[in-house]
Structure formats: C-alpha cells, structure tokens
C-alpha cells in the first residue's frame, strides 16, 4: 500500500484549535505566556519557522498565537512513545532520524512548503543544555535549496527555566516569544545560488538569537545593559 501523504489543511484541525483554547488559558496563568509581532508571519503561502530550542514546549509556544497550522519536524524516537506516537502523526509532525537526514521526511517538508503551509526546525537538534542559542546544524538548508521559501525566525526565553531537561513538572516561570523579520524567499535564493549556504547559516542564526535576546529582555528589562 502506498504511504498516505502528510500534507496538512491550511485551517487549523479541531482537536489543535480544542488544544489551543486550553493552553492559552492554562500557559497565559502558569507560565504567563506572551508573544509578540506574529503578525510577521504570512496569512498564505509556505514558509520555514526557525526557532531556538529550550524545552519540549516548544513547539506549543510557538503555534499557540497562530491561526495557522505548522508541522514541526522532531526525532523520530518520540513517535515510538505510547500516545505520544499517534498524537504527534495525527498533527501531522514530520519524523525524522538525529542519525542521518531522512529522504521521507525531506520530501514530506518540501511538499508542505510547496502546498502553502509552515514546517517548524530546530536547527540546533537538541534542546539547549543552559537555555543559550546553541550552533546550528546545516541540515535545515537542504530544504531551502530545493523549495522557494522564506525563512522565519523565532526567538523563545523562559522555557528552559520553566520545563528544564530532566524536569518532570512544569515551573511557573515567565516564557516570552519572538516572531522576527523574515528573511525574503528573494534572500535566500541568492544565497543559495552562489553557494553561500554557510553564510545563510550564520544570517539565520544571527536573527535567531537576535529574537532570542529580544525576548529575554521583555521578559527581564533590568538584563538589558
């Protein structure tokens, strides 16, 4: 039997839109969640979601102010986790292997970039291990040189304290994100064009941690210098 393709709605599903309604709720309380300037992201049309990475909240923190569905790529150990598993296929998350780059997950993103929706990276691989921007890994780029795509940066702050690696329990701790400029389709094309990927890594990271930074300071203006 063929494999079913994973392409997602352009609408948010009901049970993300029945999920959303909850968290932001119960985030907007515990965790005193804010986001600002989402509204950089388009209303139509594929894109690249690029984000720091400090805790398995992530992705939720990210897609909670959006009308707009995303499908995160994460490592495909996670889909072998009771419930877990069918919870992540069913929001159409993309697996794919730490170990090597995954042809089938390369192809489902592109297809989602290319049928109008968000696919979400990060590019550290890892979550970070003190809340920092960690080195990105290049592997995101293969999928930029093969779609017309923008790339969106996003930065987080505060979910490491909140849900720290190894934490169990969620901390009420202050979380804050960051939508940043994009960078234009236009952009990275060039890039890409004259073989300037690495400089396109450093681009991206560079707005990354920008964005980072900037959430930081919302939420701790005394760590501004």
């Known amino acids: 039997m063929a494999e079913e393709k994973r392409v997602p709605p352009h609408r948010r599903m009901l049970l993300w839109l029945v ?20 509204e950089r992201l388009p209303a139509q049309g594929g894109g690249v979601l690029v984000s720091n990475h400090q805790s398995f909240l992530d992705p939720l923190l990210i897609g909670l102010p959006l009308s707009r569905p ?28 730490r170990r090597s780059a995954s042809s089938t997950s390369f192809r489902a993103a ?14 550290e691989g890892t979550r970070s291990e003190d809340g920092e921007v960690q080195r990105f890994k290049p592997g995101f780029l293969a999928l930029l040189k093969r779609t017309d795509a923008a790339i969106y940066p996003i930065g987080i702050a505060g979910a490491y304290q909140a849900l720290p690696r190894g934490a169990w ?12 400029e994009p960078i234009p389709a236009a952009t990275v094309k060039e890039y890409c064009a004259r073989g ?4 396109l890594l450093a ?23």
């Open 19 to 38: 999920l959303q309604w909850i968290l932001q709720v119960i985030f907007g309380i515990w965790l005193r969640y804010r986001a600002r300037h989402e």
């Open 70 to 97: 995303i499908s995160f790529m994460a490592r495909d150990s996670l889909f072998r986790i009771p419930l877990l598993g069918p919870f992540l296929r069913y929001t159409y998350v993309i697996p794919i292997s």
């Open 110 to 123: 592109i297809e989602n970039i290319e049928n109008g929706n968000l696919v979400g990276i990060f590019p």
């Open 169 to 180: 329990f969620l901390h009420p701790r202050p979380v804050r994100v960051v939508f940043g």
């Open 196 to 199: 300037a990927e690495k400089d």
């Open 203 to 225: 681009l991206t990271q560079e707005r990354v941690i920008a964005c980072q930074r900037e959430a930081a300071i919302w939420l701790d203006p005394e760590s501004q210098d």
